[in-house]
Structure formats: C-alpha cells, structure tokens
C-alpha cells in the first residue's frame, strides 16, 4: 500500500489527505499541535481547518514528524510558503533516500524569490526527479466536500508525476500530469496576487469587464515571465494556469480574493490580516514575483499595481488610474 505523510494539517492539507487517503493510501497527518492530532484522532474531524468535515478512516493524525514520515513513498509538504525552509530543514533527516517530495504550496520565497520545489531540492538535498508539485483549481472545502475537480501533478521525471497521479486520483479528484515543473509552480503562485488585484476590484465596486481584463492581463503577465524562467507557454492555457486563476478569481471561498475584497472596500493591511484566518499566500508574494520578473527583466504591472496597493498603502483609486494610464501597447510582444 502506499503510504503518504502530509506535513501540515491546515485546510488544503487535510483535504488533500482526505483525497490521498479516498485513493488507497495510508495518510500520516503531521501537525505542530499535538492537542489538534489527538482531536482529529479522537473525532475524525479537523474543527480547526475543515469543520463538520468527516475524515477518512485512513488518515492517522500525528505532531511527530518522524513518525509521519517512517516508510513514506510520498512526502507532501503543506505549510505557509515562507515557514517552508525552517520546516523542511527539521523533517529532512526523517525522511527515507527514495521518498518523493510533493509541494502542494503556491509561493515564492521572500529574500530569494525561489520556487518551492527550488526550496525543497536545496534544504533537503535532493534531485530535480525527487521533488513533484501538485497544482491547479483545488478550493479545499470544495474537494473535501468531494465535488469534482482537476488538478496536475508535475515533476521533470514523468514516471514519478505518474506516481503520484496514481496515489491520488479518486472518482472526484482527476489529476494530470505535467513535467513543466516551472511552469506549473509560477501559475500557482502569480494566480494568487491576480486572485488579490480581482478582489480588489470587486471591493471597488467595479464589475466583470474590470475583473475580466484584470484576469486576461494577469495571465498575460504570468505568461511573459514563464517565458523569462524556460516555462512551457501552454502550461498558463491549463488547469496550473488559467484553471487555477479562474477558481481563485471567482470563488468568494479564495482567501486571496476575500483578502483583495476587504482591501478594495477600504480595510487596512492590519484589518485585513486580522480578518483573515488562514493563508493568504499573494499578501507576501507578491513581492516576492514582482522580485523574479525585476531578476528577468519581465514588466507586471498588475503585481507591481498589488505590491503599490497592499504594502506601500497607496489608495486603490490612485493605483487603479495610474495602471489605466500606462502608454499604449501591443496585446501581444
Ligand atoms: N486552502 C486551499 O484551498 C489551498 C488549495 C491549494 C493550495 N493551497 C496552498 O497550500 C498552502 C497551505 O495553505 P492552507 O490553505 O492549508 O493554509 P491554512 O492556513 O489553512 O493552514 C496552514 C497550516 O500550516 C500550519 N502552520 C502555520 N505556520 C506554521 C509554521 N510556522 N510551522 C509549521 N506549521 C505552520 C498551520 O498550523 C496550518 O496547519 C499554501 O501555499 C496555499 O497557497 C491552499
Ligand atoms: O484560497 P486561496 O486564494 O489560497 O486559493 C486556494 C487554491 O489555491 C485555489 O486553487
């Protein structure tokens, strides 16, 4: 049988363990609470992140990290982006020479403007084909209510996407695979600051042809720094692109967008973060990409637009006109 550990109990990773586990592996849920591990032992529920949520019997909760990960095919990693390094470097030396490690993370790392798997191959010193990333239209309440999604699981060595696709396809979970490993891993994370600028604009007032050309011009920008990195140009037209901008920039359960929201209806940053119970990703990485295109040279002027707005405080209404005032362009260069 296969054996997963999934090394953060928040809303996604339950949901993903409830999906891992829905496909026949044995889940090892790994939390730094030992009082919310012996909750969910207890309740099979996960009050904090997932409540009224019955959890599958094949999920074992745990706050040990090297129990969770004894004998894991599969480590899926599933904390806060920025909490990653820290994290990692502890567990590492738990895990076994052949496990593959998944992100299911959408960030880039502040400081370095490192992807995740970037962050994965460094702290715990393995290769390229050992590191996966799992991506694409995944709203956790939506999955863990079982509804139908799709979603890719990438790695540059296909036989291992293969892997993991297999270790959790389910009758509602329908995963792809992908060796755009770049690609994938810069849809999800730039989705997340277009998915705050959607948000924005919606707190505004503002209606479908603002949140529409915020959305096409978004993966336009996504699309010229993929192109910067060696990313596939198709990879943005899929589930890790525009299926994952348009989950996010709908859906009022995205956090990205509810954050946006908040701030476009006049919130602070402090209102907004203490409105906020779980991860925004966007509200750190947006520097963090405005960072990687500045490193290869790609103008976004959306990501810019949000940095203006969330971290140098400047009023929506003055960065919404200075975007619309940009010179003239080409649709395509
Ligand atoms: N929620 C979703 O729908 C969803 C879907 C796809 C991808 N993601 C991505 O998954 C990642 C995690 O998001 P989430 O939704 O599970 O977040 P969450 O806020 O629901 O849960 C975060 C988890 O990390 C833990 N955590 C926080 N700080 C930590 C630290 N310093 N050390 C160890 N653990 C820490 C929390 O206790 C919690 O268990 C993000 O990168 C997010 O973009 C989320
Ligand atoms: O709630 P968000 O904004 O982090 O989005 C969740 C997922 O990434 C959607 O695929």
Not at 99 to 107: C, D
Not at 156 to 172: G, I
Not at 314 to 328: C, G, H, N, Q
């Amino acid at each position: 049988m296969t054996k997963a550990a999934v090394f953060g109990n928040g809303s996604w990773g339950t949901a993903f363990a409830m999906v891992m586990a829905d496909a026949g592996c044995e889940v090892s849920l790994w939390g730094r609470r030992p009082a919310l591990a012996d909750t969910i032992n207890a309740t099979r529920t996960n009050p904090d992140y997932l409540p009224g949520v019955e959890l599958p019997r094949g999920i074992t909760a745990t706050a040990d990290a090297a129990e969770a990960a004894a004998g894991a095919d599969f480590a899926v990693l599933v904390v806060p982006s920025q909490t990653l390094r820290e994290n990692l470097a502890a567990w590492a030396p738990a895990l076994g020479p052949e496990t593959v490690l998944v992100s299911l993370m959408k960030g880039i790392e502040l400081g370095t403007a490192k992807r995740m798997s970037e962050v994965i191959g460094e702290v715990a010193g393995v290769p390229a084909e050992r590191v996966a990333v799992l991506t694409g239209p995944n709203l956790a309440r939506e999955i863990a209510a079982r509804q139908p999604a799709a979603a890719v699981a990438a790695c540059v060595d296909e036989s291992v996407a293969q892997r993991l696709q297999a270790a959790c396809m389910t009758p509602y979970f329908r995963p792809y695979t992908n060796t755009d490993v770049v690609g994938c891993e810069l849809g999800g994370a730039v989705k997340n600051v277009i998915g705050l600028a959607v948000g924005i604009a919606n707190g505004m007032g503002l209606g479908d042809n603002s949140k529409a050309t915020l959305i096409t011009r978004g993966l336009a920008e996504t699309t010229r720094l993929g192109l910067a990195m060696g990313a596939d140009p198709l990879t943005f037209s899929g589930l890790a692109g525009l299926g994952d901008l348009v989950a996010t920039c709908s859906s009022p359960l995205s956090r990205n967008n509810t954050f946006g929201t908040n701030l476009g209806r006049g919130m602070t940053l402090q209102e907004a973060v203490a409105a906020t119970k779980q991860t925004a990703e966007g509200v750190k990485s947006c520097e963090s990409v405005l960072d990687l295109g500045r490193r290869h040279g790609v103008d976004m002027p959306i990501t810019e637009t949000v940095v203006s707005i969330v971290h140098d405080g400047k009023p929506p209404t003055v960065a919404l006109k200075e975007l619309m005032s940009r010179s003239a362009k080409p649709e395509r260069r």
